[in-house]
């Protein structure tokens, strides 16, 4: 069956545009999980929600790969059933993408309230026997250089700050074992030697509100670019159920 030469243009740019959609699935799955991969490090602070639009990103990058082989079969093989298929599809995964990068962006506002609580309160919980709990805050505190959730007073008011009269020792600028203890009552001068004096909260805070911007940004961005896909599929479609009309 013969195409035009403007439908013969058409056909062929659909099929680079899926070459480019089975990369971008290839792009939101990277980039989906290595945020997830971020999230869960910090799962005991997050709400629980937090995790979807990384989940849904990955999900939808896995579609969009397989819809993208399907789509380029679909504009080779002259299919109408099958580039209507590959519209339909595409026009679905638009749907969930547009939804899970808004998701991101909604979170996004929403974190300095849940995740302030939420370091506060697994702070009470911090002792060896909470693994994820005392793991997490030791990875904080060492890879952000900081300590408690404001500032370092925090650990004053909790049964492991009251225990050791001072901080876990990942607050301490040099670890050593026990630097962190009786802290609370060393001068001001000593204590901004040995340790960091600044909270988590606003590193974790940046770092997280970061992560959502890239997530919603690409998820969007990858959704408007779709729709090229399914004006182009579209226009396909119509010539091609012309064709089957006038054989």
């Known amino acids: 069956m013969a195409l035009d030469t403007g439908m013969k243009c058409i056909k062929y740019l659909l099929f680079m545009f899926n070459m480019v959609f089975v990369i971008c699935g ?3 799955i990277i980039v989906g999980a290595v945020i997830e991969a971020f999230y869960r490090s910090y799962l005991d602070f ?3 929600d937090y995790m979807s639009a ?7 990058g896995c579609l969009i790969f397989v819809v993208g082989f399907f789509g380029c079969c679909g504009a080779i ?7 209507v298929t590959f519209a339909v599809l595409l026009c679905m995964i638009f749907t969930v993408q547009l939804a899970g990068g808004i998701t991101s962006y909604v979170f996004r506002t ?7 609580t939420n370091m506060k309160k697994t702070m009470m919980q911090f002792n060896m026997t ?9 990875v904080i505190q060492h890879d952000h250089k900081c300590c408690g959730t404001d500032n370092y007073r925090d650990w004053e008011a909790t049964i492991y700050g009251d225990m050791v009269n001072g901080v876990p020792d990942d607050c301490c600028k040099e670890i050593t074992i026990d630097c962190g203890h009786n802290i609370f009552d060393a001068n001001p001068e000593e204590v901004e030697q040995k340790i960091y004096i600044d909270g988590c909260f ?18 969007i961005g990858i959704a408007f670019v779709e729709l090229i896909g ?11 159920k012309h064709q089957y009309q006038t054989v």
């Open 26 to 28: 290839m792009a939101l």
């Open 46 to 48: 997050l709400s629980p």
């Open 54 to 60: 990384p989940s849904i990103l990955i999900t939808v």
């Open 77 to 83: 093989k002259e299919s109408h059933c099958m580039v």
């Open 110 to 116: 929403d974190v300095e309230g849940f995740l302030n």
């Open 130 to 138: 909470n693994k994820g709990i005392y793991r997490t805050w030791r």
């Open 202 to 219: 606003e590193s974790l805070r940046y770092n997280l509100v970061d992560k959502a911007l890239v997530l919603g940004g690409v998820a």
């Open 230 to 240: 399914v004006a182009f599929a579209c226009c396909l479609a119509k010539s091609l």
